[in-house]
């Protein structure tokens, strides 16, 4: 089956700085990737669709300049918080669409990024 | 209204119960449904897809309902490893995002 890779699998830093977080399609191509959010308690919500070689397209209420994707490759795309502050520890998940007959297309998720800001 | 609604829950039910969730969804324009499982912490996981038809998967049988915009999930002879939040998915086609329900958490007891 379609595997996606995130790493890290979680991260702690200093207000301020900046994270960077990896999604892999490992054997598959994506061109489509998507990135979410998820508080505790909360359903998963969508931050931004990520195209190979095009900018990302943000969802409303994201800010692009806060969170700087980057879909480089056909199996890979960054996710990188600047300036992150403790409002922006959650678990940041991301997931590549995988093309089926039809529209039955199916989204494998990565296992997630758990970030804390202190 | 939320795109995609779901039974608030928390449903606690004994093990070998049959138990049933709901969701319901606005966009009439929408093309795939799937149930999700995610475990606490984790990533989710595709339970299943739903189709028209009806489908099931052993113990679980999903409907959608175009007419009424509404899905289900059936799980029959429940199983502590059930034990999940369970998520409506709704998608508009290839390369649309997919829309989250809020999830409805299932605990099965002993």
């Known amino acids: 089956g379609a595997v996606v890779s995130q790493h890290p699998s979680w991260v702690i830093c200093k207000s301020g700085t900046s994270v960077k977080i990896e999604c892999r399609s490992l054997?598959?191509?994506?061109?489509?990737m998507f990135w979410y959010r998820q508080f505790p308690k909360q359903s998963l919500m969508l931050m931004a669709t990520?195209?190979?070689?095009?900018?990302?397209?943000?969802e409303q209420g994201v800010e692009k300049d806060k969170f700087l994707i980057n879909h480089a490759s056909l199996t890979l795309s960054t996710l990188t918080v600047t300036s992150a502050h403790p409002e922006d520890s959650s678990f940041y998940i991301c997931?590549?669409?995988?093309?089926?007959?039809?529209?039955?297309?199916?989204?494998?998720f990565g296992p997630g990024t758990r970030l804390t800001v202190l | 209204r939320k795109e995609v609604e779901q039974d608030p829950g928390p449903f606690n039910v004994p093990e070998g119960a049959t138990v049933a969730f709901n969701c319901t969804y606005s966009?009439?324009?929408?093309?795939?449904f799937f149930w999700y499982r995610q475990d606490c912490r984790k990533e989710p996981k595709l339970l299943m897809s739903?189709?028209?038809s009806g489908n099931e998967d052993g113990r679980f049988t999903a409907q959608l309902n175009r007419a009424s915009q509404y899905i289900s999930l059936l799980i029959r002879d429940s199983k502590l490893s059930d034990s999940a939040t369970y998520l409506c998915?709704?998608?508009?086609?290839?390369?649309?995002?997919?829309?989250f329900g809020p999830g409805t958490r299932l605990s099965v007891l002993p």
């Open positions: 966009n009439s324009a929408s093309q795939s």
């Open positions: 054997d598959f191509q994506a061109t489509t």
């Open positions: 998915v709704v998608n508009g086609g290839y390369g649309q995002n997919f829309v």
């Open positions: 739903v189709y028209s």
């Open positions: 990520s195209n190979e070689g095009s900018k990302a397209t943000y």
């Open positions: 997931s590549a669409s995988l093309p089926r007959l039809g529209t039955d297309n199916e989204q494998f």
